[in-house]
């Protein structure tokens, strides 16, 4: 008859081993490079630069120096913080909410707690997939997504080119759609001329401010191709570009907001 106690501790001791030999893959280090910039890793790498900065513990996301060693983690876990969102969590790690949702069965979106570790290892196959180009050539950000100061939250990014070409490019291929229904749109509205995209990748891409659109509502579009000029129509201050992403068409709601940096790689 055998001992109780001597085959728990035998199943323990099998449990232990088990478990001591399971492969962990190793987080991939990435050597910085003369003009690297922790966004081009991101890109490079399908992750956003806040996810980074918070996973390599950097002080300054904006100050990296070649020869730096910056972490790329193969096991994405996350520790939820105060004023998280799921959406937020998602949008930081390029995965889909209802992916999230069910790697950590999770019944309502709403409700995470502080200190909650989720998994977030999934990546969003229309994400990797899909690699966004500028919309403008030489593109510099004059005023970036999220709160402002001045006006609230600002539901996209304002960008410039260093360049003399105004031309406007699809930054990915998809097919115009109306923009009726939206108050700021029109040569009345804030957003002046505005050209929307409804995306290969589900997204609706805006284009505002626009001296002149060059392609019609119905009209397919392909990537790189050029669909207006930049302009100052509307409430613009100087001549530039509004790209705004969402991910279905609702009105001043945050949630279905994409901040445009994490898909064009500029800051």
Known sequence: ???????????????????????????????????????????????????????????????????????????????????????????????????????????????????????????????????????????????????RSFDGFHMGVDIISQTNDLNIYAALGGRVVSDLGWSWVGPNGGGGNMVMIQQDDGNYAFYAHLAHKKVVIGQRVSQGEVIGTMGETGNAFGVHLHFELRRYLTPYCHEALINPSTRLGIE
């Open 1 to 147: 008859m055998f001992n109780k106690r001597m085959v728990t501790t035998f199943s323990l001791a099998c449990i232990g081993i088990m478990l001591s030999t399971k492969t962990i893959a190793a987080d991939t280090t990435v050597m910085v490079q003369p003009n690297d910039t922790l966004s081009a890793i991101g890109q490079r790498y399908d992750i956003s630069v806040e996810a980074l900065s918070d996973y390599n513990q950097l002080m300054n996301r904006h100050l990296i120096i070649p020869g730096q060693k910056i972490n790329i983690p193969s096991e994405r876990i996350y520790n939820v913080k105060m004023g998280d969102t799921l959406s937020q969590i998602a949008e930081k790690y390029h995965v889909d909410m209802a992916t999230i949702m069910r790697q950590n069965h999770l019944q309502n979106p709403h409700l995470i707690f502080v200190g909650q570790q989720l998994y977030v290892g999934e990546q969003r196959k229309s994400v990797r997939n899909k690699c966004y180009r500028t919309p403008v050539s030489q593109p510099y950000i004059t005023s970036g997504f999220g709160p």
